[in-house]
């Protein structure tokens, strides 16, 4: 029977703008497991409001985390048993919500889809209405929350060190995919004994493309069943819902990470039924939707989606 553990929002649970292989893991458990852990959102003090509360765990967190290469709070890592590199995690993701009372959204220096065109930097604090489950934009638009973890992840391989949570790489990491929300799953290669899955980036909601560099950036909670397959061998991260198959492709050229999105679903459906590369391949023409995830994180990301009924 599978064991459920919470791993509490305190600093000595996370790091700060990093993974990297060699972090003491905070939990160990074992395959089948679930955990549920707490995230903050992205960025210093400077992104603070002047008249809202802030948590006293979000500011111990700030207070106390050295600053790394990267603005995002990640909580972990967790080690799973028996893992080993060559292996696959799953992660089901049963549950995400919205832990703050407000988020934030900015416009900063050099960043983003347009840096050029939008130099006049402004941040602002939308404030979350738990009760109705909308965020209210300051201007009175009310967007319906959507919760999920921009950074789950794998630890990266011993040989790259300490890599900057920005960029999302083979381990996962910062993809900031909103359709990686509760219900869906997500696969993802292990590289280290123990996998060491780490989470973080709390969004409380986003648009493909999360074009001006943030999303609603705010603490969330989520709860992860963390299984260990020994009969699954990835080389890069794969996802699926209850009804799509969702392959993912990371590249600094969109047009790269949109053949990488494409060559993955075609594996995959592959994998899952007989038919051949060419079937595969017009099957995702006729019926694979490719999105843009991010156009801000490095590599940006381009995901397809298909529907599993066309299997």
Not at 51 to 73: E, I, K, Q, R, S
Not at 93 to 118: A, H, N
Not at 157 to 172: D, H, I, L, Y
């Amino acid at each position: 029977m599978s064991r459920r553990f919470e791993i509490p929002a305190t600093p000595e649970n996370m790091v700060l703008g990093y993974l990297d292989s060699s972090t003491p893991p905070v939990l160990e458990v074992a395959s089948g497991d679930v955990v549920t852990l707490h995230s903050f959102p992205a960025g210093g003090k400077e992104t603070l409001p002047d008249n809202l509360p802030v948590p006293a765990d979000y500011m111990a967190a700030l207070d106390t985390l050295p600053p790394g290469p990267g603005p995002h709070f990640i909580t972990g890592p967790v080690y799973v048993q028996d893992a080993k590199p060559g292996d696959t995690l799953q992660v089901d993701i049963l549950d995400v919500k919205v832990r703050q009372d407000w988020g934030f959204v900015s416009i900063l220096p050099l960043l983003g889809t347009l840096p050029d065109e939008f130099t006049d930097y402004e941040t602002i604090h939308p404030v979350v209405d738990h009760a109705r489950n909308v965020c209210v934009m300051p201007w009175g638009t009310e967007i319906p929350l959507d919760p999920f973890f921009g950074i789950i992840a794998t630890a990266p391989p011993p040989a790259w060190g300490r890599c900057g949570s920005p960029v999302p790489r083979a381990f996962g990491g910062n993809m900031d995919n909103k359709e990686l929300r509760a219900g869906t799953t997500l696969y993802l290669p292990v590289f280290n004994e123990g996998a060491l899955f780490f989470a973080g980036d709390g969004h409380g909601v986003q648009g493909d493309g999360e074009v001006c560099i943030t999303a609603l950036e705010t603490g969330v909670t989520g709860t992860f069943r963390l299984t260990l397959r020994k009969d699954m061998r990835l080389d890069w991260p794969f996802a699926e819902s209850a009804t799509h198959l969702m392959s993912i492709g990371l590249d600094e050229d969109l047009d790269d990470a949109a053949k990488q999105a494409t060559r993955e679903m075609v594996k995959h459906v592959c994998e899952r039924t007989n038919l051949s590369r060419n079937q595969a391949y017009m099957l995702c023409s006729l019926a694979g939707n490719l999105r843009v995830t991010q156009m801000v994180d490095g590599n940006k990301g381009v995901h397809m989606l298909l529907a599993k009924s066309l299997l």
